[in-house]
């Protein structure tokens, strides 16, 4: 009996905990809706204000016009869109070959390739900049996608799932005279896409968040992403409208929190199951 209260106790005190930290986390991004509809004039008299007084919402169009938001949103689409699918193709690929394919050093080379994850992004920018500018390629979104490509975490987590994948459906498809490609496509990739559904997801929110990358190697506004422009924003008359920032902030966290509530089970899921699928 006070064995099952205690429990009891620590379920409702756990979930209690829960709840309170839910809400100090969703505080921030309610106060930033809110503050999207207040007046300019509210908030340099109220800035404490929790409600708008009166309510506008003149602010989310006027955003729009004091700079190419449209402009910016597409670009960090597309960018995020591309990343995604070439990311899960290479990384799969990758996966692929560190997991069934026997050559030589083949261990230590994976180990190699997750050591670069350790490397902070700060101290590959210089020696980056300087190949990317050789190529011709700043200012343009490539020097954007093809650093994001790279991604060894992706390769991991693939591998995981292919590692889980069981190997006599591979070796019946061989004894049927099926090629590498043939059960790569064929047999792997089925089994592996709830990974690659969260896998997705998680490059697509890290895309479209990237702030550094664009800051160094794009100079045009008119290929700025989302982050750059909200960097960059002023108001009509060049001073900061935080009224219109956080009605363009608002706006810019739709595709984010979009993606999250669809894939937040794939995610929780197959982080689960990337961890325990090894054998």
Not at 19 to 35: A, E, K, N, R, Y
Not at 55 to 75: C, E, L, Q
Not at 213 to 221: A, G, M, Q, V
Request: no cysteine; hydrophobic share 55%.
């Amino acid at each position: 009996m006070v064995t099952a209260i205690r429990r009891r106790f620590g379920t409702v005190a756990l979930h209690t905990l829960l709840i309170v930290g839910g809400l100090l986390m969703m505080f921030p991004f309610v106060w930033m809706l809110l503050t999207a509809f207040k007046s300019e004039g509210q908030m340099i008299q109220d800035p404490l204000a929790w409600l708008p007084d009166p309510w506008r919402a003149d602010n989310f169009p006027d955003a729009f016009d004091a700079m190419p938001f449209g402009r910016a949103y597409w670009n960090s689409f597309y960018i995020a869109v591309i990343t995604v699918v070439v990311t899960l193709l290479t990384a799969s690929m990758a996966a692929y070959a560190f997991t069934r394919i026997e050559f030589p050093f083949s261990r230590s080379l994976f180990v190699v390739f997750l050591l670069t994850q350790m490397v902070p992004t700060q101290v590959t920018l210089v020696p980056l900049y300087v190949m990317l500018s050789k190529l011709g390629w700043i200012d343009t979104h490539l020097a954007l996608i093809l650093p994001a490509i790279a991604n060894p975490f992706a390769v991991f987590m693939m591998r995981q799932f292919i590692r889980a994948v069981p190997i006599e459906l591979e070796e019946a498809a061989r004894l049927d005279g099926a090629n590498r490609w043939t059960i790569f496509t064929r047999i792997v990739l089925p089994n592996i896409k709830p990974g690659m559904a969260a896998l997705g997801i998680i490059v697509f929110l890290s895309s479209w968040n990237s702030f550094i990358y664009p800051l160094i190697f794009l100079n045009s506004e008119d290929k700025f992403t989302v982050p750059m422009l909200l960097a960059s924003f002023k108001g009509q008359h060049g001073g900061l409208d935080y009224g219109m920032l956080l009605a363009a902030s608002t706006i810019s966290v739709v595709p984010m929190l979009i993606a999250f509530v669809i894939g937040q089970r794939k995610i929780i899921s197959s982080m689960a199951a990337s961890g325990m699928g090894g054998r």
